[in-house]
């Protein structure tokens, strides 16, 4: 919950840049550029136009707009990681129990225990996912009676409520396709996971044996080491099915644009 409401202003950045309406904004900011860039220079640009548009939200919508859908964020934190790590846990013994004489410790119980997770966890809180990304790209549209900014919905509840009411019980699960192929980042994460934390097992049964005194080094992985396993197991996941990001449950049509 921390790291979510730390983050949320990010958030809702990479929520917008997957938006076609933010790029062909940045599209056409480009065209302005014609001179060819070097990696570097282009790198540094790219950079440069994205955080802009963290700066134009802040001056056109509030200093609130940049934690919008933060309320369902926070909500769906907590129970999907709790689902996905009950699921995984129980799932790798159920498994390691019927198919594998016990050992649960076989990359492909990992994989298989991983997929259930994934599935369940995007099954129970799409719902939630939803709220969250249509409350990000909820902007403020000033009307012509008055020149009044208001946007479409009110929170997270009334949100729903819309949805619910123009759209139908199944609006909430609108984009499911897209989250299940988001399994495979869950799946990944957890197979390499598993694997780096064998490694440092590994790695400190070796040293015990060997009756040598630990460095500086040893103790900074031994503190260290999960959580940097950790990382970068979400890292390798997150840069590796990356496009699956691009489609989250959005909705078809939204204050008269497409997405």
């Not at 990010?10 to 900011?29: E, M, N, P």
């Not at 220079?41 to 548009?53: L, P, S, V």
């Not at 759209?167 to 699960?173: D, K, N």
């Not at 980042?185 to 097992?201: D, G, N």
């Amino acid at each position: 919950m921390t790291a979510a409401a730390m983050t949320a202003p990010l958030d809702v950045l990479k929520t917008r840049l997957q938006s076609d309406f933010y790029q062909s904004q940045l599209r056409a900011s480009r065209a302005t550029h014609l001179a060819p860039m070097n990696p570097m220079r282009a790198a540094a640009y790219h950079f440069r136009e994205t955080f802009q548009i963290l700066g134009s939200v802040y001056r056109m919508e509030g200093p609130r707009a940049l934690f919008k859908g933060l309320g369902p964020n926070l909500i769906g934190v907590v129970p999907a990681r709790s689902i996905q790590f009950f699921t995984y846990g129980n799932s790798k013994r159920i498994i390691a129990d019927y198919t594998n004489g016990g050992n649960s410790e076989a990359w492909w119980v990992h994989l298989t225990a991983a997929v259930a997770a994934g599935v369940i966890t995007s099954t129970a809180t799409n719902p939630i996912w939803m709220v969250k990304t249509r409350l990000q790209l909820d902007k403020n549209v000033a009307k012509e009676s008055g020149g009044v900014a208001k946007r479409q919905y009110k929170n997270s509840l009334d949100c729903i409520k819309q949805i619910v009411r123009n759209e139908g019980i199944r609006g909430l699960y609108k984009g499911m396709s897209a989250s299940y192929l988001g399994v495979s980042e869950i799946t990944m994460h957890w197979v390499v996971y598993e694997q780096l934390k064998r490694s440092l097992a590994k790695r400190e049964e070796e040293i015990h044996l060997s009756g040598r005194d630990k460095t500086t080094f040893d103790h900074a992985v031994e503190w260290f080491g999960k959580s940097g396993a950790a990382g970068s197991a979400k890292l390798v996941a997150a840069v590796v099915t990356y496009p699956h990001e691009v489609c989250p449950p959005l909705p078809s049509v939204y204050e008269g644009w497409l997405y």
